[in-house]
């Protein structure tokens, strides 16, 4: 009994941190733009971390900027453009295709290419002919051998 | 002709790897290119922090170099800074201008005074140096937010149209200022003097 009022406590007392920041929203929709976009977004103070993890103050402004346009109304590329134009590309997980961003692509691409002609260059260099003499002489052997 | 494929091309992959990373070795991940480098600093309409009920628009910056500073009494690195801006501010005469942001003022469930901020800002400056002119309070730290501030300490070089020309992150020592802000900011002084002899 005594441990299930502590779970219960413990329960009660983590929603309460996690309601810390609680925003309204006027439709469910808006609740889960919010909620895309901060995954998205990346904290400019801590970078391994996106704005809905991160508790430094820039996220926690930043969260707050989020909500604030999106309550205006505003698109979640919208709410990114304006981001960009502030902390730059860094600020979004997903980054833009550039000249020097699109080796991120092709690197993987290039490696595969190169993998599969190097097989295939392989595969051509053992002359099927001179398998068959040598096995030939092989079976030669086994026979001189008995 | 073999012999040097199979040498060559992983050397060559080996040496190009070995500068790509050598570089990431000194490379700052914090550093980010500023979005507002060559841009007016953006409309904003503040209150100075020790007399609120003067209002600062981006006006303020013409006609003179300024380094704006922002800062807050909560950040220790900006308190570590101040002798050595007030330094500057004394005998090179730097036009320092402060953006204070403060971190317990939260806009939506703020409990603080604006009176207990004042006092705070007070104390710090008596006790390491007071280099500022003035100070824009960024109330609800929109403006840092437009700036593409990170934390703080952070600087910007505003020329005398009102331009920004360097967004500095961490805090300006010795070093920071004869290699990097210095040079700069001179040549923005020049830049304003000979403009005023073309006029």
């Not at chain 1, 600020?91 to 290039?110: D, E, G, N, S």
């Not at chain 2, 012999?3 to 500068?19: K, Q």
């Not at chain 2, 990170?150 to 020329?159: S, V």
Request: with cysteine; glycine share 6%.
């Amino acid at each position: 009994m005594r441990l299930l009022i502590f779970t219960v406590f413990i329960i009660v007392a983590c929603s309460a941190l996690a309601t810390d920041d609680s925003y309204d929203f006027d439709t469910p929709q808006q609740r889960q733009s919010f909620l895309t976009l901060t995954e998205e977004l990346r904290c400019p103070m801590c970078q391994n971390q996106n704005i809905a993890d991160s508790d430094a103050m820039i996220a926690h402004d930043m969260r707050r900027k989020v909500y604030n346009l999106i309550k205006q109304g505003k698109s979640n590329d919208e709410v990114i453009t304006y981001m960009k134009s502030r902390y730059g590309d860094f600020i979004h997980y997903q980054p833009p295709v550039t000249p020097v961003t699109v080796w991120l692509w092709l690197t993987p691409l290039l490696f595969a290419v190169l993998a599969i002609a190097v097989v295939i260059g392989r595969r051509k260099s053992v002359p099927p002919e001179d398998m068959t003499t040598k096995l030939a002489a092989a079976e030669k052997m086994l026979e001189q051998n008995k | 002709m073999k012999r040097l494929v199979i040498f060559g091309i992983p050397l060559v992959v080996f040496l190009l790897l070995v500068v790509f990373l050598f570089n990431g070795l000194f490379s700052d991940p914090r550093a980010l290119d500023s979005q507002l480098k060559g841009q007016p600093v953006p409309a904003f309409e503040l209150p100075d922090l020790m007399s609120p009920e003067l209002t600062y628009t981006p006006e303020i910056f013409k006609g003179k170099v300024t380094l704006l500073n922002v800062w807050g009494v909560w950040c220790v690195t900006c308190a570590v800074e101040l002798p050595y801006l007030t330094e500057l501010a004394k005998q090179q005469n730097v036009n320092i201008v402060g953006l204070y942001f403060d971190q317990d003022l939260d806009p939506e469930f703020g409990t603080k005074t604006v009176s207990r901020v004042q006092q705070e800002v007070r104390e710090i400056t008596g006790r390491f140096g007071n280099p500022y002119q003035f100070h824009i309070f960024d109330v609800y730290r929109d403006t840092a937010l437009d700036l593409g501030v990170t934390g703080a300490p952070e600087h910007f070089l505003i020329d005398h149209n009102g331009i920004i020309r360097m967004h500095h992150i961490g805090d300006i020592n010795q070093r920071v200022w004869l290699n990097k802000v210095g040079p700069l900011y001179r040549q923005l002084r020049e830049e304003m003097t000979r403009s005023g002899e073309a006029e």
